[in-house]
């Protein structure tokens, strides 16, 4: 069985930082390419960086620059190191693999960007 287990957000004010940590189980990790995902209150979630089997990396426009998308295969974990947080970053972050797998959702960690 798949899990994936979203840790790491909280309540952070404007401009803050945290590290997203993904820790997956149940799939063959290294193989697969992965992305983190958001979803803010009232909108749908949308796919903020994606990360391939061999490190190649993408970004939703709103997040270059700030959001750094990593994984350490030997650990089955990846990551998203958010820097210079924004109120608009507000949201519940998930990981998945990328396209995502609708059975792999997980619970998501939440991100309150706020003074």
């Known amino acids: 069985q798949v899990q994936l287990v979203e840790s790491g957000g909280g309540l952070v004010q404007p401009g803050g930082s945290l590290r997203l940590s993904c820790a997956a189980s149940g799939i063959i990790f290294r193989f697969y390419p992965m992305g983190w995902y958001r979803q803010a209150p009232g909108k749908q979630r949308e796919l903020v960086a994606s990360i391939t089997s061999g490190g190649m990396t993408n970004y939703v426009d709103s997040v270059k620059g700030r959001f750094t998308i990593s994984r350490d295969n030997a650990k089955n974990t990846m990551y998203l190191q958010l820097n210079s947080l924004k109120p608009e970053d507000t949201a519940v972050y998930y990981c998945?693999?990328?396209?995502?797998?609708?059975?792999?959702w997980g619970q998501g960690t939440q991100v309150t960007v706020s003074s």
């Open positions: 998945n693999t990328h396209p995502s797998q609708p059975t792999y």
